[in-house]
């Protein structure tokens, strides 16, 4: 069982509407949690970070956490067609120093 | 890309030949990471490095090797090429908290 899980996608969704992408995680001694966007070609680029349980916002995102059923989502508002990307999940372990793991990405389409 | 540079950007070699990758930092962060990322199999580690000197293997190490003289350069040498080393290969680096910023990538392509 991979320890970091996202859907591959590709979730479509229409301008403006909310996209919501999911990730899971096997380790319950994960402490740091982290959405990436990485678009078509290019380097993954931190979107925003998460560490204790229940949502945090910026901007048009919102990351959410559920330590006890070991979840983390992100939630992207009024969707963009410039939002079209990988989105990557990873998760830093207890004792694993300063060590992603990386799930394998949602690909998000944002239809016009 | 956070003062983060990768050389070469791209490079094609033949199986058998030595391949080195440079990743060089103007941010005087402590961590360097070197990842490749394949279709199917996400991100995966294959070493880091938490100072000048240390480094530690990561998930997929077999067939790399790191070398870190200074705190700004860390180099990745595949030192006998094999086509399965084709990929995308990222740097990455990070200061006393967790949070990675990724370098531009190398794209290698292995004959």
């Known amino acids: 069982q991979k320890e970091v899980e996202q859907n591959s996608g590709p979730l479509s969704v229409p301008e403006g509407a909310i996209a919501s992408l999911n990730c899971t995680y096997s380790?319950?001694?994960?402490?740091?949690f982290f959405w990436y966007r990485q678009y078509s070609g290019k380097s993954p680029e931190l979107i925003m970070f998460?560490?204790?349980?229940g949502d945090k916002e910026d901007g048009r995102f919102t990351a959410q956490l559920n330590k006890a059923s070991q979840y983390v989502s992100l939630l992207i508002r009024d969707s963009q067609p410039s939002d079209s990307a990988t989105y990557l999940c990873?998760?830093?372990?207890?004792?694993?120093?300063?060590?992603?793991?990386f799930g394998g990405g949602t690909r998000l389409m944002v239809k016009p | 890309d956070a003062g983060i540079t990768q050389s070469p950007r791209h490079k094609v070699t033949e199986t058998g030949t030595p391949v080195t990758l440079r990743c060089h930092q103007t941010?005087?962060?402590?961590?360097m990471y070197w990842y490749r990322q394949d279709p199917g199999h996400g991100l995966r580690l294959i070493h880091y490095?938490?100072?000048?000197?240390?480094?530690d293997k990561g998930e997929v190490s077999d067939g790399y090797s790191v070398s870190r003289s200074k705190t700004e350069d860390f180099l990745l040498t595949l030192e006998s090429a094999t086509s399965s080393q084709t990929s995308v290969y990222f740097c990455?680096?990070?200061?006393?908290?967790?949070?990675?910023?990724f370098g531009p990538g190398t794209r290698l392509l292995v004959l």
């Open positions: 990455a680096i990070s200061e006393v908290e967790e949070t990675q910023y």
């Open positions: 380790d319950r001694g994960s402490q740091s």
């Open positions: 998460i560490y204790s349980n």
């Open positions: 990873a998760v830093n372990v207890l004792g694993a120093g300063n060590m992603l793991t």
């Open positions: 941010e005087n962060h402590r961590y």
């Open positions: 490095s938490y100072g000048v000197k240390d480094t």
